[in-house]
Protein backbone atom coordinates (compact mmCIF):
# COMPACT_ATOMS: atom_id res chain seq x y z
CA UNK A 1 0.00 0.00 0.00
CA UNK A 2 1.57 3.60 -1.09
CA UNK A 3 1.47 6.22 1.31
CA UNK A 4 1.28 10.12 0.14
CA UNK A 5 1.25 12.96 2.44
CA UNK A 6 0.79 16.38 0.69
CA UNK A 7 2.75 19.57 2.38
CA UNK A 8 3.49 22.65 1.36
CA UNK A 9 -0.11 24.15 1.16
CA UNK A 10 -1.27 27.76 2.60
CA UNK A 11 -2.05 31.25 1.55
CA UNK A 12 -0.80 33.24 -1.26
CA UNK A 13 -1.55 36.55 -3.06
CA UNK A 14 -2.63 36.45 -6.96
CA UNK A 15 0.45 36.26 -9.30
CA UNK A 16 2.51 34.53 -6.23
CA UNK A 17 4.04 31.02 -6.00
CA UNK A 18 3.71 27.84 -4.13
CA UNK A 19 5.35 24.66 -4.03
CA UNK A 20 3.54 21.69 -3.08
CA UNK A 21 5.33 18.21 -2.10
CA UNK A 22 3.58 14.97 -1.60
CA UNK A 23 6.14 12.56 0.14
CA UNK A 24 5.52 9.00 -0.19
CA UNK A 25 6.67 5.76 1.32
CA UNK A 26 6.24 2.24 -0.46
CA UNK A 27 8.73 -0.16 -1.93
CA UNK A 28 8.16 0.65 -5.62
CA UNK A 29 7.42 4.20 -5.19
CA UNK A 30 9.49 4.57 -8.50
CA UNK A 31 7.20 2.39 -10.48
CA UNK A 32 4.09 4.34 -9.98
CA UNK A 33 2.46 7.56 -11.82
CA UNK A 34 2.22 10.02 -9.87
CA UNK A 35 -0.43 13.17 -10.16
CA UNK A 36 -2.07 16.11 -8.16
CA UNK A 37 -6.03 16.91 -8.58
CA UNK A 38 -7.88 19.65 -6.55
CA UNK A 39 -11.31 19.95 -5.01
CA UNK A 40 -12.60 23.54 -4.46
CA UNK A 41 -15.63 23.67 -1.94
CA UNK A 42 -18.95 22.77 -4.04
CA UNK A 43 -17.14 21.37 -6.83
CA UNK A 44 -15.85 17.68 -8.19
CA UNK A 45 -12.36 16.74 -7.67
CA UNK A 46 -10.64 17.54 -10.96
CA UNK A 47 -7.25 16.96 -13.09
CA UNK A 48 -4.16 18.89 -12.52
CA UNK A 49 -1.47 17.08 -13.56
CA UNK A 50 0.20 13.96 -13.81
CA UNK A 51 3.82 12.80 -14.09
CA UNK A 52 5.31 8.88 -15.22
CA UNK A 53 7.47 6.84 -13.29
CA UNK A 54 10.54 8.25 -14.73
CA UNK A 55 9.72 11.16 -14.60
CA UNK A 56 10.19 11.85 -18.92
CA UNK A 57 6.63 12.64 -19.38
CA UNK A 58 4.31 14.79 -18.13
CA UNK A 59 0.46 16.13 -18.44
CA UNK A 60 -1.87 19.31 -17.48
CA UNK A 61 -4.64 20.51 -17.48
CA UNK A 62 -5.44 23.68 -19.62
CA UNK A 63 -6.11 25.63 -16.92
CA UNK A 64 -2.87 24.76 -15.35
CA UNK A 65 -0.47 24.73 -18.28
CA UNK A 66 2.30 27.10 -18.48
CA UNK A 67 1.94 28.18 -14.76
CA UNK A 68 2.47 24.64 -13.17
CA UNK A 69 5.21 22.50 -12.75
CA UNK A 70 5.61 18.79 -11.56
CA UNK A 71 8.43 17.29 -10.86
CA UNK A 72 9.82 13.95 -9.09
CA UNK A 73 12.93 13.08 -7.45
CA UNK A 74 12.50 9.36 -6.97
CA UNK A 75 15.71 8.50 -4.40
CA UNK A 76 13.66 11.47 -2.14
CA UNK A 77 10.33 9.72 -2.87
CA UNK A 78 8.88 12.75 -3.60
CA UNK A 79 7.16 14.58 -6.13
CA UNK A 80 6.36 17.93 -6.73
CA UNK A 81 4.20 20.60 -7.99
CA UNK A 82 5.65 23.91 -8.10
CA UNK A 83 2.93 26.79 -8.96
CA UNK A 84 3.48 29.90 -10.26
CA UNK A 85 1.01 33.07 -11.67
CA UNK A 86 -1.38 31.91 -8.97
CA UNK A 87 -5.22 33.22 -9.46
CA UNK A 88 -7.72 32.82 -7.10
CA UNK A 89 -9.49 30.20 -8.86
CA UNK A 90 -6.47 27.94 -7.77
CA UNK A 91 -8.30 27.68 -4.45
CA UNK A 92 -8.58 24.33 -3.87
CA UNK A 93 -7.53 21.23 -1.54
CA UNK A 94 -4.78 19.52 -3.67
CA UNK A 95 -4.33 15.79 -3.44
CA UNK A 96 -1.13 13.96 -4.97
CA UNK A 97 -2.52 10.35 -5.69
CA UNK A 98 -0.39 7.41 -7.18
CA UNK A 99 -1.67 4.70 -10.11
CA UNK A 100 -0.68 1.09 -9.12
CA UNK A 101 -2.42 -0.31 -11.49
CA UNK A 102 -0.89 0.97 -14.64
CA UNK A 103 -2.97 3.46 -16.39
CA UNK A 104 -0.71 5.84 -17.22
CA UNK A 105 -0.90 9.41 -17.52
CA UNK A 106 -4.72 8.95 -16.56
CA UNK A 107 -6.73 11.94 -15.26
CA UNK A 108 -9.79 10.31 -14.08
CA UNK A 109 -10.15 10.07 -10.57
CA UNK A 110 -10.55 6.54 -10.88
CA UNK A 111 -7.12 5.90 -12.57
CA UNK A 112 -5.42 6.06 -9.15
CA UNK A 113 -5.88 3.69 -6.50
CA UNK A 114 -3.89 5.71 -3.60
CA UNK A 115 -4.77 9.14 -1.92
CA UNK A 116 -2.99 11.47 0.49
CA UNK A 117 -5.17 13.49 2.71
CA UNK A 118 -4.63 17.14 1.13
CA UNK A 119 -3.35 20.46 1.64
CA UNK A 120 -5.20 23.61 1.22
CA UNK A 121 -4.61 26.49 -1.08
CA UNK A 122 -5.98 29.96 -1.09
CA UNK A 123 -5.03 32.84 -3.37
CA UNK A 124 -6.59 35.81 -2.25
CA UNK A 125 -7.23 38.94 -5.12
Known amino acids: QVQLVESGGGLVQAGGSRRLSCATSGPTFSSYTVAWFRQAPGKEREFVTAITWSGDRATYADSVKGRFTISRDNAKNTVYLQMDSLKPEDTAVYYC??????????????????WGQGTQVTVSS
Open 97 to 114: ASDTLGYGLGQKVSNYDS
